[in-house]
């Protein structure tokens, strides 16, 4: 579980949202409400399947812009004058 010290004339609000923080960086909340019901075996096997086909979906899309940014020439845009 995260913890934090608290720092000497700190507010206590302040303090609140730096644990906030780390509870949500150690994904304790979204641990928490997966565990909230029960969840049938299919339904755990089609919640992984669309995030596997959504890591997918990201990486073909990173991928593709990639090219496109390779593909771009480098010469268009702004030529400054050389000076002489």
């Not at 608290?6 to 609140?16: D, I, Q, R």
Request: charged share 45%.
């Amino acid at each position: 579980m995260p913890t934090i010290r608290l720092k000497e004339n700190e507010n206590f609000e302040l303090s609140l949202r730096r644990f906030k923080r780390l509870c949500e960086k150690a994904g304790i909340l979204s641990d928490l409400r997966r565990h909230e019901f029960y969840e049938k075996p299919t339904w755990r096997r089609k919640r992984k399947k669309a995030a596997a086909v959504k890591r997918y979906q990201k990486k073909l899309l990173r991928e593709q812009m990639s090219l496109e940014r390779d593909k771009q020439p480098t010469g268009t845009g702004h030529k400054e004058k050389e000076p002489t």
